[in-house]
C-alpha cells in the first residue's frame, strides 16, 4: 500500500486538505482508528445491538460469534489460544488483573525495568504497602535495555523469592524493546513467572507467547487501530485456572443458588457482566487491519521515518534524544528533550502548527526523577505518518528552536 492509499483508511487524515492542518504525532498515546474499525462497530449499534453469549435468539447469536471472532483473531495474533484470551478495558486493567489474582505471600518479590509506565510500577509498589511483597528495580544496560546480569544477580540475590518479573515489550519512554526472550529463560530458571506489558510492542511488531514462553502478556486495543476501552490478557491456561476472578456476576457462572455458584470456563469467568460487544467487535476489524498491513512494512515505515527525523535532531547540539541514537532501535518513537526549553511549551508551540506529540513525562515520572530531567518531547509514528510529515516536523521544530 502506497501513502495516499494507507491514509484513504483514516477518517481523520482523510478530512485534512493539507498536513499543514494536521499531522499526527502522538501514535504511541493512541492511534487513529481506520473506517473498517468505525463500521464494524456502527454496523453492531445498527444492525444487532442487543446481548451476546446469554441471550439465545438471532441477534444474540451474531454477537456471540463476532466475539468469538475476534477472540480466534487475537489468540491468533500472538500465537496463543482462544481460551487463553481476556478481554478488558485496557493494558492498565489487565496488569492490575494479574496483581490482583497471584496468591502474594510476604516476601515475594515483584522485578520490573527502571522504564516502567505507571500502568506497570504502581500496582507493584501499592501490593508492596498492602502485603509486604518487595518491589525491585532492574537498571538498564548501556543499550537502554533491560541489563540481563542485574537482572540475574537480582535473581540469585532474592533467590526463590521472585515471583513475578514484570517488564514491557518496548518502552513508551525511548521505543527500545527489551529482550523479553532472555528475560523469560532467566526468570523460569529461577521459577519466577513472567508478565510482559506489550501495550507498545505489539503495535508495532509480532509477538509469539509460546516463542517467548512468557506467562502473561497485556495490551491495549487504542494502540493497534482499535476502539478505547478494548485491552487483553493473555495468561497460560493452567495459571488462569488458578486464578479467582477479581469481579463475579453476570455471565461468570454456570448456575448458582442462594448460597453457592459453580464458576464458567476461562476465560468467560473473568469477563463479568454485560460486555463492550462494539469495541470487541472493533478490536477484531483492528487485527485484520494490522495483518493486512503486515509487520514487516510498520517495521520499515518506523524505520524510515524514525531515521528521518534522528538525523535530524542528532544534528542540533542543544537536543538530546532519550535512549540510544540508532533509530533502529527505538520502533516509532523519537523522544527527546531541549537544553534550557521547557518540554510542555515546545509541544504547544509545534501544536500551534497543527502538529501533534506528547510532552512532560510520558507516564514514566519515575525514570524522569531518577534522572532529574524535566521532561520530554515524544514524536511517535505509525505506519500512516508519511515523510512529508516529517520534514514538516522538522522544519516546524527548526524554526522553534530559533526562537526559544
Ligand atoms: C508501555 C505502556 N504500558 C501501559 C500503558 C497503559 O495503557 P492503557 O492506558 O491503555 O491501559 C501504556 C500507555 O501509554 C504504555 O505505553
Same mark, same amino acid.
Given at each position: 500500500m502506497n501513502d495516499s492509499s494507507i491514509q484513504s483508511n483514516f477518517p481523520t487524515l482523510n478530512k485534512r486538505k493539507s498536513i499543514e492542518e494536521f499531522v499526527y504525532f502522538d501514535n504511541a498515546c493512541t492511534t487513529l482508528r481506520p473506517k473498517s474499525v468505525i463500521n464494524a462497530m456502527n454496523k453492531y449499534y445498527e444492525e444487532y445491538s442487543v446481548c451476546g453469549e446469554r441471550s439465545l435468539h438471532k441477534l444474540g447469536k451474531m454477537v456471540s460469534d463476532k466475539v468469538h471472532e475476534t477472540r480466534s483473531l487475537v489468540a491468533r495474533l500472538i500465537d496463543a489460544r482462544k481460551e487463553e484470551i481476556v478481554f478488558?478495558?485496557?493494558?492498565?486493567e489487565s496488569i492490575n488483573f494479574v496483581a490482583y489474582s497471584i496468591d502474594w505471600k510476604k516476601g515475594d518479590v515483584v522485578l520490573t525495568s527502571d522504564k516502567e509506565h505507571n500502568s506497570n510500577l504502581l500496582p507493584w509498589i501499592r501490593l508492596s504497602a498492602k502485603l509486604g511483597t518487595v518491589h525491585a528495580v532492574v537498571k538498564s544496560d548501556s543499550n537502554g535495555s533491560i541489563d540481563l546480569l542485574y537482572l540475574k544477580e537480582l535473581l540469585e540475590k532474592y533467590n526463590g523469592k521472585v515471583k513475578l518479573v514484570a517488564v514491557t515489550l518496548s518502552?513508551?519512554?525511548?521505543g527500545i524493546t527489551n529482550p523479553v526472550l532472555e528475560i523469560a529463560r532467566l526468570g523460569h530458571r529461577y521459577g519466577a513467572l513472567i508478565l510482559v506489558d506489550a501495550a507498545q510492542g505489539l503495535p508495532h511488531q509480532s509477538v +509469539?507467547?509460546?516463542?517467548?514462553?512468557v506467562d502473561f502478556?497485556?495490551?491495549?486495543?487504542h494502540k493497534m487501530l482499535g476502539p478505547s476501552g478494548t485491552g487483553v490478557l493473555y495468561g497460560k491456561k493452567k495459571l488462569l485456572e488458578e486464578f479467582e476472578p477479581f469481579m463475579i456476576g453476570g455471565g461468570t457462572?454456570?448456575?448458582s443458588t442462594y448460597n453457592s455458584y459453580c464458576l464458567e470456563n476461562i476465560p468467560e469467568r473473568f469477563e463479568a457482566g454485560l460486555q463492550d460487544y462494539a469495541g470487541i467487535i472493533g478490536l477484531g476489524e483492528a487485527v485484520k487491519f494490522i495483518q493486512k498491513v503486515g509487520y514487516k512494512?510498520?517495521?520499515?515505515r518506523d524505520l524510515e521515518l524514525n531515521k528521518y527525523i534522528t538525523d535530524y535532531l542528532c544534528s542540533i547540539e542543544r537536543v538530546h534524544i532519550i535512549g540510544a541514537n540508532e533509530p533502529e532501535k527505538r520502533g516509532g518513537i523519537i523522544s527527546f528533550y531541549v537544553?534550557?526549553?521547557? +518540554?510542555?511549551?515546545?509541544a504547544l508551540m509545534l501544536d500551534e502548527a497543527n502538529i501533534m506529540v506528547r510532552s512532560g513525562q510520558l507516564c514514566v515520572h519515575s525514570w524522569f526523577s531518577d534522572k532529574d530531567i524535566q521532561g520530554a518531547i515524544r514524536v511517535s509514528a505509525y505506519f500512516y505518518n508519511t515523510l512529508e510529515e516529517a520534514e514538516y516536523f522538522t522544519k516546524t521544530l527548526s524554526n522553534i528552536l530559533k526562537a526559544v
Open positions: 478488558t478495558r485496557n493494558t492498565t518502552s513508551n519512554l525511548d +509469539s507467547v509460546k516463542k517467548f514462553d502478556l497485556a495490551f491495549s486495543g457462572v454456570v448456575k512494512e510498520i517495521a520499515r537544553d534550557g526549553a521547557d +518540554s510542555h511549551m515546545i
